[in-house]
Structure formats: C-alpha cells, structure tokens
C-alpha cells in the first residue's frame, strides 16, 4: 500500500484510542473528522460518551478541531453542543482546511494527530501534510452511496497492508 495511505495507527473505535499516551509521545492537537468517526453517519445528536472523551482528551492536554467535508446546520449545532471550533466543506483529501485546523489549534504537522473513517479523505490528506493518522471503523454502515462503493477499495487495501 502507498505511504500516503497507511494509516500510523488503526483501532476500532475513538474510544480505544488513548489520549493520554497520545499526549505522552509529543501531540498537542488532534484533527477529527466527524462523520462516522465521532458521531454516526448523519447524526444530530453528540452522544455523552463523546462528550466525555472530549474533556478526557482536554484533560490530556490536546486542543481539538473538527473537519468534515460535510457542512451545514447540522455541523455548526454538534460543534455548538461539543464546543469544538469545526471547519466545514474541508474537501478532503485537501491539506487547506487541514491546516487552517493547524493555525487554530497553534499546532504544528509533527505535534498534530489526524483521527478519521475513510482512507482516501481523512488518513490521505493527513499524511500529505505529515501529520499522525488514526484511522477508526466507521461507526454505521449507512453513508452516501459514493462512499459504499469507496470502501470496497479500502477494504482490498487494508487487507494488504496486514
Ligand atoms: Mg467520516
């Protein structure tokens, strides 16, 4: 698999990802996608075990930022309720909103980890610009069409990479 594709790290959920040793080895800001990484697919709702990695992850030390390449309403209410800056309609892979999200933060690429679902948005664009990647599984199957058929070429990658 191309380096710009692999993942620094893989786990199955942001819950098993510890903020703490994150911290420990040098980041200062985690970039989060938000769409099936932190939230489900289309989800209005910020769920209070999120809430809570939120200020674990505070805790540690780390500022955070969401970028989606998703926008709208609906963006700007779950980072009202989170309380964490979003920017929105990232076009990822794109490295610009990825270091807009750096200047906010007041990070740099080598103190910056990238959390995301998809490989060829989130963990594409976060290894352009050097930073950490995190890829997760996405936490519903349902997603735009596009994307379904996206994953079955994710798929046939990470099964090479094991
Ligand atoms: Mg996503």
């Known amino acids: 698999m191309h380096r710009w594709l692999r993942p620094t790290l893989r786990t199955d959920s942001i819950y098993d990802i510890d903020v703490e040793g994150l911290a420990a080895r040098g980041i ?22 999120l809430v809570a990695w939120i200020r674990r992850a505070r805790g540690a030390g780390l500022a955070l930022c969401i970028v989606s390449n998703n926008g709208g309403d609906r963006v ?6 989170l309380g964490v800056p979003a920017l929105t309609g990232a076009m990822k892979p794109r490295r610009r909103a990825l270091r807009r999200a750096l200047a906010l933060m007041g990070t740099t690429a080598d103190t910056t980890a990238l959390i995301g679902d998809q490989l060829f948005t989130d963990v594409l664009g976060g290894n352009r610009l050097g930073l950490q990647t995190i890829l997760v599984r996405p936490q519903s199957a349902q997603e735009y069409p596009l994307t379904r058929l996206v994953r079955i070429v994710e798929r046939i990658m990470l099964r090479g990479a094991q």
Request: net charge negative; charged share 15%.
């Open 28 to 49: 200062r800001g985690v970039i989060l996608d938000l769409d099936n990484t932190i939230v489900p697919w289309g989800a209005h709702e910020a769920p209070q075990m």
């Open 76 to 81: 700007a209410a779950l980072s009202g309720v």
